[in-house]
């Protein structure tokens, strides 16, 4: 069983920063991650950034040159900072990740944290 946790978010003003963190809890070695997604009230939860097992990143056109997602497998955590916040960016973040257990795929994802960005 894999459990993931966002922390984090919070209440900004444009043009600010901010930094969550998504920490797996389960097994040591295993867990996947693969990226953070945001949904906005009344819309629909699209991907911000995605990492793969290799490390290639790939970003929202929106948050290009503003978000940066990374991870540390020693801590299994991964990380969205995010820069130059704007009103836009509020949502609710949530991260996701896998994990194969005697050959089935489970794709898990955390409760989500709050993203406001007041103009």
């Known amino acids: 069983q894999v459990q993931l946790v966002e922390s984090g978010g919070g209440l900004v003003q444009a043009g600010g920063s901010l930094r969550l963190s998504c920490a797996a809890s389960g097994p040591a070695f295993g867990i996947n991650f693969l990226g953070w997604y945001r949904q906005a009230p009344g819309e629909q939860r699209e991907p911000v950034a995605t990492i793969s097992s290799g490390g290639t990143t790939n970003y929202a056109d929106s948050v290009k040159g503003r978000f940066s997602i990374s991870r540390d497998s020693t801590k299994n955590t991964m990380y969205l900072q995010m820069n130059s916040l704007k009103p836009e960016d509020t949502a609710v973040y949530y991260c996701?990740?896998?994990?194969?257990?005697?050959?089935?795929?489970?794709?898990?994802w955390g409760q989500g944290t709050q993203v406001t960005v007041s103009s």
């Open positions: 996701n990740a896998d994990y194969s257990d005697d050959h089935v795929m489970y794709v898990y």
